[in-house]
């Protein structure tokens, strides 16, 4: 079944994705020279087309300071992600059950940050033109749109082979069950030998992802026809048709800056480099044509505290050349990174500036920003305080850009408290601090959930899952 030409009769499984985090979009585009609102004071989001809202509602966790909105048409969704807010006793966060054109209205300028992620493609022109109607009117006059589309010309191989499988699918039928029996069609007649693939190397890796996976989340890709795959130039036309403009990339950080007086410019640059990378998606960050330049964005990038990836602080000096670094330079800075320290403490250790090392860093996807590392507020039950300050003297962080800490509130929302003890314990940690204060009946509770058949479950069962949703990723 298909609701404005999107799949609404299957569950969609997102995923966390740690590009929409505000302080990630804010990083681009200050690094790109454009004044951005700064996440670590208020600020309003809102997600089109938020799915189960996972995404929105880690964020919500760990920025409690912010509101966030998300909408989305199909009712399954709209469930699941009231229950993950209120599983994580979440207060700042809510849903609005409604196509993004029904919406109810944003007070004009009143938001900081818009973001659509794995849908855009999948909407119809006119969806679309209101996504950036939408940002027009709702974004202050620094506020910032993220959007994730199917980018040409990458896209154009796993798009004529979505075209092809809608055009063999049987016409009736849910959705998931329409994609098994067009992908066993395909493999019957013609296989991933024929002379399409073998010409289309990337629609035949696409087929057999497909086939490996059947899942749900295939359908709603390859079913959800919308206005498909765009080049970076129509992208750019349809902002400035709404006076916004690509500032940045959200995912590798890279600066785009399309200034009315370069866009030939950068339509050109940024074609030829989706020629050269054959990416078949795009992350671009828009903010208002003419929006002023950031009065010192080294000032804000100075202020930040970075994650650096666990390949870069075990291996430091195998990335020394893709920065033009030293290897002992590169140890340097990675090593900077991992205590802690920010741009000018890494200025003082490397002595030189030492802005083009993180945005080459950043950019190559070797560390990412975080919000400043305030101290981790006490939380009322004294475990989880203990749990959260052993959680970051351990180093133990998220896989993107937010440390733990923050994440230990992230997730109440995907893991129940013991669980949450269950992780600490997996990861090494000692309980006898945690639990010795218990009363004798509540530590035999945890003691049997701490039981070594217990943790193998969970190690089994919750980790790999974790891991899968891209929330953890344990260090060390
Ligand atoms: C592929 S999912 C992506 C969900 C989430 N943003 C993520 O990245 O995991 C696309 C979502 O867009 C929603 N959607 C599609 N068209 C929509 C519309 N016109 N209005 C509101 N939501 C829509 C779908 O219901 C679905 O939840």
Sequence with gaps: MVQAGYVTDVVYGSAYTPSQAPIQLACAAMAAGVRAPDPRDAFNYLELCCGNGLTLCVLAACYPHARFHGVDFNGVHIAMARELAQRGGLDNVSFEHADLVDAHAIAARSLEFISVVGAFSWLDDA?????FARAASGLREDGLLHI???????AAQSDALHNALCLIAPAKGQS???????LATMADLVGTEAKFF????????????????????????????????????QMYEMAAARGLTPVAEADTQAPIWAADTQAAEAIRNQTLRDIQLNRSARQDVY?????ALAPQPSAFLESLRWYAHPRCRTQPTAYAARLSLSPSDAALFFSALAAGHGAREVECALGRPSAPVFLAAAHQGFIRPLVARTPVPAHPDPRLSAFNAYA????????????????AVGTQIVL?????????????????????????????????????????????SALPELHQLG??????
């Design 127 to 131: 969806r679309q033109q209101a996504v």
């Design 148 to 154: 994730h589309y199917a980018s040409l010309p990458g």
């Design 176 to 182: 998931d069950h329409r994609l098994k029996a067009a």
């Design 198 to 233: 073998s010409d289309n190397p990337v629609a035949a890796r696409r087929l057999r992802e497909a086939m490996a996976n059947p899942a749900a989340d295939e359908a709603h890709e390859i079913f959800s026809r919308g206005a498909g795959p765009r080049w970076f130039a």
């Design 287 to 291: 903010a208002r044509a003419g929006v």
């Design 392 to 407: 970051l003297e351990l180093g133990l962080r998220q896989n993107s850009s937010i440390p733990l800490a923050a994440t």
């Design 416 to 460: 129940p408290l013991v669980d949450r003890l269950r992780l600490f314990v997996v990861c090494g940690g000692a309980t006898d601090a945690l639990l010795g204060p218990l009363d004798a009946s509540s530590r035999a509770l945890y003691e049997e959930a701490l039981s070594e058949s217990a943790l193998a479950a969970f190690r089994d």
């Design 471 to 476: 929330v953890l990723e344990v260090l060390g």
